[in-house]
C-alpha cells in the first residue's frame, strides 16, 4: 500500500522539529505512533528517509528529497481544495493579500472598500510584510497575491507593473500650500530637518541613495519603523517634514506635497502571484479592481 497524506505530513514535521516528540507534540498524536507510522512510510518507499543516529533527527538524502516533493504535493492539494470551493459568481470566496508597508498605508482603504462594495460576499486575509517574505510566502502557496516593488524576482514569482509611485517631500498642509508649487532646490533639503522611516524599510535606501547622489546629508531629528507615527509627527511638529509616497498626501486634508528639484526617486508598483498557482475567482476580481483604482485615481501608469 503506498503513503497516505498522513505520513506525508508526518515525515515533514519530523523533519521541521528535528525531534519525534515535539513533531509528535504538534501533530497531536503519540510519539510510539509518529514513530511506527514514519517507519510505515519508509517500507512504503522502500527507503530510509530519516536518520536518527544523532541528538537532531535529520532526513536522509532520500529523505530530503521526498520532504522536498510531500510539500509541493500538500501545496498542490491544498490549491486543488480551494479550486473546488471558489464560486465563479463571487457569492462567496476568500482571498489572501500581502502588501509591502508604504502601499498599505494608502492602498489598503479603497481596495478593499472598492472590493467590498463590489463582491461582499469575499472574505480577506490581509497581511502587511516585507518583500522577500511575501515572495517567499507566494512560492509556499500561503498567499494568492502580493502587491510590492519591481525588482529582481524570485523564479517561480509572476510579476505585473502596475503603476509608478513618486517619493514626494510631505510637510503640514498649511505650510504645503504657502509654498505653492514652487520646487525646493535640493541644497535646500540639506536644511531640512526631516522624520524618516528606519533602516527596515526599502523606501529609507531609496532615500539615503538619492541624498548621496546630491551630497546632502539633511539633519534627521526622527527615525520611526512606522509610517503612521511618521504622519503624525509631520502632522503635529511644524518645522519637521518626511519624505513618503506622494499618493499618501491625497486623501490626507493635515498633509501636504513639497515638489523638489530634482525630483526625489520613483518606484513601480507591482502585482505579485505564483507563476503555476491556481488563480481563483476572487483573486481574479482583485486583479481588474486594482487596474480600474490606478486608472481612476489617476495614478501614473507604469
Not at 482583485?286 to 483604482?293: E, S
Request: net charge negative.
Amino acid at each position: 500500500m503506498g503513503p497516505e497524506l498522513r505520513h506525508l505530513r508526518y515525515l515533514i514535521a519530523v523533519a521541521e522539529h528535528g525531534n519525534f516528540t515535539r513533531a509528535a507534540e504538534e501533530l497531536r498524536i503519540s510519539q510510539p505512533t509518529l514513530s511506527q507510522q514514519i517507519k510505515q512510510l519508509e517500507r512504503a518507499v522502500g527507503a530510509q528517509l530519516l536518520d536518527r543516529s544523532g541528538r537532531r533527527v535529520r532526513p536522509t538524502d532520500a529523505g530530503a528529497a521526498y520532504v522536498h516533493y510531500a510539500r509541493r504535493a500538500l501545496r498542490e492539494l491544498a490549491a486543488a481544495d480551494r479550486a473546488v470551493l471558489d464560486v465563479a459568481d463571487l457569492s462567496r470566496g476568500h482571498l489572501r493579500l500581502a502588501l509591502t508597508p508604504t502601499f498599505a498605508a494608502y492602498l489598503v482603504g479603497p481596495l478593499i472598500q472598492a472590493l467590498h462594495t463590489r463582491h461582499p460576499g469575499v472574505t480577506l486575509d490581509l497581511r502587511e510584510m516585507t518583500q522577500d517574505r511575501m515572495e517567499a510566502s507566494l512560492l509556499a502557496d500561503e498567499l494568492d497575491l502580493g502587491i510590492a516593488f519591481a525588482k529582481t524576482h524570485l523564479p517561480g514569482i509572476a510579476a505585473t507593473p502596475l503603476f509608478t509611485e513618486p517619493l514626494s517631500l510631505v510637510t503640514g498642509a498649511h505650510r504645503a500650500e504657502a509654498r505653492g508649487e514652487r520646487p525646493l532646490p535640493v541644497h535646500e533639503l540639506a536644511d531640512q530637518q526631516l522624520a524618516l522611516l528606519s533602516s527596515d524599510f526599502v523606501t529609507r535606501s531609496h532615500i539615503d541613495d538619492y541624498f548621496a547622489l546630491h551630497r546632502i546629508d539633511p539633519p534627521i531629528a526622527v527615525e520611526a519603523n512606522t509610517i503612521q507615527a511618521l504622519t503624525e509627527i509631520v502632522r503635529r511638529t511644524g518645522p519637521l517634514a518626511t519624505v513618503l509616497p506622494l499618493a499618501i498626501t491625497d486623501d490626507d486634508p493635515h498633509l501636504g506635497p513639497v515638489p523638489v528639484d530634482p525630483p526625489l526617486p520613483t518606484r513601480v508598483a507591482t502585482l505579485l502571484r505564483r507563476e503555476s498557482g491556481y488563480e481563483s475567482a476572487a483573486a481574479h476580481a482583485f486583479t481588474g479592481l486594482v487596474h480600474d483604482l490606478v486608472r481612476t485615481r489617476g495614478y501614473t501608469p507604469a
